[in-house]
C-alpha cells in the first residue's frame, strides 16, 4: 500500500482503489501497526472514484515526510566506495572510504531537517561554489520512534563531489544545503521487508535526453537495514521517528556533472518514480 502527502491531506492507495485518511502525518506513519491500520482503514471507508484520485496526484504531492530529521548512510554499495577513493586521492582521504566499507561501524550522518527536502516534481539544487555535483539515488527507509522500519521511499543524496573530494572533513558542507535532498513520490507501506532484488534505476535528461542511465538491485548492499537501523538508534531518540537513506548504488562516471535544468528520475521496484528538475537557490545565486 502507499501512502502520498497531498495538500489535501493524506491519499491512501491500496488494491487499485485510493481514500483520503484524515490522520496528521506524523502520528500516522509513527504507528506501530501501520500496515495493518491501514488496511482496516481501507475496509472502513468509502474509496475515492479513479479521477478524484488522478485529480490530486497530479496535483502537487509533498514529500512524504513531516517533522522527521533526514539521516543517510555512507559507503554501502562497492560502487560507492570506489568513486570515494577515487575522488579523494589527492586529498589523501582515500583509505578512509576503504576502512569504513569494511568497519563493523558503518558511515552515518545527519543529512537534512524536512524544511530542506524537496519533494516529487519539484527543484533540488546544486551548490554554486562547487564545480562537480551529482545525485545519488537511495532507497529510503522510514523507521518509527521504536525503531521499527515501517516504509520505504525513494531518496536523492545530492552532493558536491568536489567538496567532498577536496577534504573529507568537508562532507557536511558537500552533503547539507537548502534542498541537498528528495523524497519520494510516496511512503510504500508493507508488513513484510521489502524484497532485495528490488530494481533501483536512474536516468538523468538533458534537454530531453539520457545523459546518463544505470541499474542495480538492492540485494548489493553490503549492510543489512537492521544493522544500520540498530546504530542509527543506539544513542538517538526520534519522537515521530526518523528517514534514513540507506546509501548510494549508482555513481555517474567522473567526467559527469549535473548542470541546471537537468532531469533526474530515480526509480526503485514496488515505490514508484521520483523525478527532481536541477536548479540554484535563488537567494544565493
Ligand atoms: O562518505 C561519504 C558519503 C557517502 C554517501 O553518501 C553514499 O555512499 O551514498
Ligand atoms: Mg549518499
Known amino acids: 500500500m502507499k501512502l502520498y ?41 468509502t474509496a475515492i472514484s479513479a479521477e478524484v484520485k488522478n485529480e490530486y496526484l497530479s496535483d502537487k504531492i509533498l514529500p512524504p515526510i513531516g517533522s522527521q530529521e533526514v ?5 554501502t554499495y562497492l560502487k560507492s566506495r570506489d568513486a570515494r577513493m577515487e575522488e579523494s586521492e589527492t586529498s589523501g582521504g582515500a583509505s578512509l572510504y576503504d576502512k569504513v566499507y569494511d568497519a563493523p ?18 527543484e533540488v539544487y546544486i551548490r554554486k561554489d562547487s564545480e562537480w555535483n551529482v545525485p545519488e539515488p537511495e532507497l529510503t527507509l522510514f523507521i518509527n520512534s521504536k525503531g521499527i522500519i515501517q516504509g520505504y521511499t525513494i531518496g536523492n543524496d ?40 528490488s530494481v533501483i534505476k536512474m536516468i538523468i535528461k538533458r534537454k530531453g535526453e539520457a545523459v546518463y542511465e544505470d541499474a542495480t538491485t538492492v540485494s548489493r ?50 515505490i514508484g518514480t521520483l523525478v527532481n528538475t536541477i536548479g540554484l537557490n535563488p537567494k544565493h545565486k
Not at 539521516?71 to 559507503?75: E, I, K, L, N
Not at 558511515?107 to 524537496?118: N, S, T
Not at 543489512?224 to 526520534?238: I, P, Q, R, W
Open 71 to 75: 539521516w543517510a548512510a555512507g559507503v
Open 158 to 197: 545530492m552532493s558536491s563531489r568536489s567538496i567532498e573530494g577536496e577534504n573529507a572533513l568537508y562532507l557536511p558542507q558537500a552533503k547539507i544545503y537548502e534542498k541537498s535532498a528528495a523524497l519520494g513520490p510516496c511512503l510504500l507501506v508493507t508488513s513484510t521487508p521489502i524484497a532485495t532484488e
Open 105 to 122: 561501524r558503518p558511515e552515518l550522518f545527519f543529512k537534512a531537517i524536512a524544511q530542506r527536502v524537496a519533494g516529487h516534481n519539484t
Open 221 to 270: 548492499i553490503k549492510r543489512s537495514f537492521t544493522e544500520l537501523v540498530g546504530y542509527l538508534y543506539s544513542e538517538c531518540d526520534f519522537p515521530v521517528g526518523c528517514f534514513l537513506m540507506t546509501g548510494t548504488c549508482l555513481v555517474p562516471p567522473p567526467t559527469f556533472t549535473l548542470q541546471q535544468g537537468d532531469v533526474v528520475e530515480i526509480t526503485i521496484d514496488g
Open 5 to 45: 502527502k497531498i495538500t489535501k491531506g493524506v491519499l491512501l492507495e491500496y488494491n487499485d482503489s485510493a481514500y483520503i485518511i484524515d490522520d496528521e502525518w506524523d502520528s500516522l506513519i509513527n504507528r506501530d501497526d501501520l500496515a495493518a491500520y491501514l488496511q482496516l482503514i481501507s475496509e472502513d471507508t
